[in-house]
Each structure stands twice: as structure tokens, then as C-alpha cells.
């Protein structure tokens, strides 16, 4: 579709994103069952929880801007690469601490696609006048850049250990 105006990309990111958080709560359950660490599991499942208020956010900006919106209209193709190839790391490792590294690596992905969307989305909010909707953009993009933080201290003590076995 070409896009017409920097509303119409707004809505396609949007959509985007929806598709990309809905996929998320369905496959991150799974990758954390998968992880070793305790702390790593933990911090994937507090991430699940965040991803249902991300949509909630969301939802909301879908219902203002109206029916003719369809909030699901679009599949990211992106995300549905980025956690396939997750679900494949987070399984064949049989060492748990090159796994655990593995499904960082793979989360981090995860993390980043959704800090690249959520600023994009919130910065074309604001130029839209948007201030509310950029706001919870903003918010989900805060949530988003402290989980690849915890992920980021994780990976340095996970990865020590793995090289030092």
C-alpha cells in the first residue's frame, strides 16, 4: 500500500506494533519455561505481563481513533522472524547457560524491534498533535528500553559464567 500521509503510516505502525505485542504474549511464555536462570525466567515473565498493558495502551488509541480502524490489520512479519528464530535458540542448547545467553540474544532482538516501533510511533504522534497518544507511546517505549537494560545486566553475569565453564 503506499502510504499518503504521516497519519495513514502512523495507523500502519501502529498496527504494526499490535501485531508484534500480540505475537509476543503468545511465544515469550514458552521461550521463558525454557530458561535455566531463575532470574531470567522471572524477568521474561514480568516482561509478559508489561506486553498485556503495552496492548492495553494500544487498544485504547485504537478505540479513539474509531471502527473504520482496524487494529488488526496488518501481521508483522518482522516480530514473527524475530521469535521464530527465538523459539529455535531457546531450545537446542543442551549447556543452560549458553541457552540463557541464547534466549537473551534473542529477547534483546525482541526488545529492540519494540524500541525502534514505540519511538517511531510516538515521535509521529506528537508531530500529528497527539500528545496523549504519544504519552502512552512514550510510556511503553520507557518499559521496553528498562527491560533490554535487565537483559543487558543479565547477559554480562550469564555470559561470565558461560565462558568461565
Known sequence: ?????????FIEEL??????EDQILTVLPDIAANAASKELREALCQHVLQTRD?????DR????????????????????GILKDGQGIAK???????????IIAATQ????????????ASAHAALLGHAAWAGMLQ???SEEKEADRKLTHLAERINAETTAA
Open 1 to 9: 500500500m503506499k502510504l499518503r500521509s504521516l497519519q495513514q503510516l
Open 92 to 102: 537446542p542448547y543442551s549447556d543452560s547457560d549458553v541457552r540463557d545467553a541464547g
Open 109 to 120: 532482538l525482541v526488545e529492540h524491534y519494540e524500541i525502534s516501533g514505540y519511538g517511531s
Open 139 to 141: 510510556a511503553t517505549l
Open 15 to 20: 498496527q504494526d506494533l499490535y501485531s508484534a
Open 54 to 58: 503495552h496492548l492495553t495502551r494500544l
Open 61 to 80: 488509541i485504537f478505540d479513539q481513533l474509531g471502527p473504520k480502524v482496524n487494529r488488526e490489520a496488518r501481521k508483522c512479519r518482522g516480530m514473527e
